[in-house]
Structures are given as structure tokens and as C-alpha cells.
């Protein structure tokens, strides 16, 4: 299976930075691992989109689309649960 190429939105980059450290390296090593496998275990599609997907990062959610085609991943959103879907 090829890799994906990961692609991160400034959005996400700006809310990356803003997370505590240790929380940066748990979400920042979750978003490399989609590269190998864009839809682990635990991924679900999110409703009301044809496309973005989202994964736990224990209080934090990623959210992403996938490229299927050009074999690429672009990460939308980074938060904590509680406003990560408004």
C-alpha cells in the first residue's frame, strides 16, 4: 500500500501550536501515522460531510479528508472535544 501524503491546513497548525506540549507530540505522531493507514481503527466519518473523517486523540479530535485518488491527507481541524464540531 502506498503512503499518503499529509497536508495541514493553517487552521490546524495554529491550534496545534496552542495545545500543551505533551498533547502536541500524541496528536502530531496520530496525524504521521494516518500516512500508512488513513482510516485506523476508531475513525469514523463524520455526518452532514461526504468526506472528513475524524480520529481520537484522548481529549482531542483530528479532523481530516482523505484524497483517495491523488493519495493525499489534508487536516482540517485540531481541538478538544467539547468544541472541536461547532
Known amino acids: 500500500m502506498a503512503s499518503y501524503e499529509i497536508e495541514i491546513s493553517r487552521t490546524a497548525e495554529t491550534q496545534l501550536r496552542k495545545l500543551p506540549e505533551e498533547d502536541q507530540r500524541r496528536v502530531a505522531r496520530a496525524v504521521l501515522a494516518l500516512a500508512k493507514e488513513p482510516h ?34 489534508i487536516i482540517l481541524k485540531i481541538g478538544h472535544r467539547k468544541g472541536i464540531y461547532r
Open 40 to 73: 485506523p481503527r476508531g475513525s469514523r466519518k463524520l455526518s452532514g460531510y461526504d468526506d472528513v473523517y475524524r480520529i481520537r486523540v484522548g481529549r482531542y479530535r483530528v479532523l481530516y479528508s482523505v484524497f483517495e485518488r491523488r493519495l493525499v491527507i
